[in-house]
């Protein structure tokens, strides 16, 4: 059964109406197929009228749908010949965090990416998309591997942050996603990022500090979740739907302060409405931003790389 969100309540119940239709012309012998082809009209309509004045809140919701597609999605759609590393040669291996050598359009490449899971005891498993160090300091040995190769690296983000547990604060969770960022500064292969689902503080950045950053359509990308912005400044998680708006965490808004590349285009009604075409549409362009980027040397890169975070805000200052 498909799971729909709390904006999406009549879409469910014209789809679900369609639903019974059918198995009652299917069954039945009945011919009832004007009568859904008209309420499939009507949920098209609602459908693509809904999506296209998302409130910052909805989007949210939309960007942690359960049936969004995940990085092992794309990493089984696009990538070929994938060996996944495990482990940060220090303390242990990071579930949240996975990646590792691959192909991509026919090219060998390092791809790194937050898993959240796909069902309760797999989210468990990854830990929700939450990285601990040795999560980031996987990153970085993969980061320095595609460096000392020249090899391009792929990151797909979708995390609400980083772990902050006890156990990741003693062994150096600020440290390790600061050293992960120094490390997307430093190396001399080109970058590309994108934001699949939820871009959560550094816990995102970490590998999102790109030559090229991606949003999809309906994700997301934010110093906090709504919910901790909300508890701080108001002292209670009710006022979420407040915080998203003054957060300004869609791709669309993003976009507009110069913050992200890129924003590529989901289906109507979602990413996991049709995984396969946005899968399709985002390893297309990937591919196009790959060919300009590879036509750089190693030095142009990582300037260009910096000289855009360093520029990041100036805008506003002045």
């Known amino acids: 059964m498909k799971v729909f969100l709390d904006f ?4 469910a119940e014209l789809e679900n109406k369609i639903e019974e239709l059918r198995h009652l012309s299917d069954s039945g012998g009945v011919n009832i197929a004007d009568e859904v082809s008209k309420l499939q009209s009507k949920a098209d309509r609602l459908l693509r009228s809904t999506y296209q004045s998302l409130t910052p809140w909805q989007k949210v ?3 942690r749908h359960p049936e969004r597609p995940h990085f092992r999605d794309y990493a089984d759609a696009l990538l070929e010949e994938y060996t996944p590393f495990a482990g940060d040669r220090n303390f242990a291996d ?9 192909k991509f359009q026919g090219r060998s490449c390092v791809v790194i990416g937050h898993e959240k899971g796909i069902d309760t005891n797999d989210r468990v498993h990854h830990n929700f998309g939450m990285a601990r ?3 980031y300091r996987k990153a970085q040995r993969l980061m320095t591997l595609a460096d000392r190769f020249d090899l391009p690296v792929l990151t797909f983000v979708d995390t609400p942050g980083a772990y902050p547990g006890i156990g990741a604060e003693e062994r150096g969770q600020a440290e390790a996603i600061a050293r992960c960022i120094d490390v997307c500064l430093s190396i001399r292969v080109p970058i590309i990022s994108v934001v699949i689902g939820e871009g959560g503080s550094g816990g995102a950045i970490a590998l999102a500090t790109a030559n090229h950053a991606v949003m999809l359509e309906h994700s997301i990308y934010s110093v906090i979740s709504p919910e901790g912005c909300a508890s701080i400044l108001w002292r209670s998680a009710d006022k979420a739907q407040a915080a998203a708006e003054a957060l300004r965490l869609t791709a669309q808004d993003l976009q507009n302060l110069d913050l992200i590349d890129e924003v590529v285009p989901e289906p109507v009604g979602g990413a996991h409405r049709d995984p396969s075409a946005t899968i399709r549409t985002l390893g297309e362009r990937m591919r196009t931003t790959l060919d300009v980027l590879l036509a750089l040397d190693g030095d142009e890169l990582r300037q260009c ?3 855009k975070f360093l ?3 100036e805008s506003g200052l002045n």
């Open 61 to 63: 919701l939309v960007a």
């Open 133 to 135: 160090p040795e999560g």
């Open 311 to 313: 520029a990041m805000g």
């Open 8 to 11: 999406e309540q009549q879409i």
């Open 305 to 307: 790389r910096r000289e």
């Open 94 to 102: 990071d579930k949240a965090i996975v990646g590792g050598l691959a």
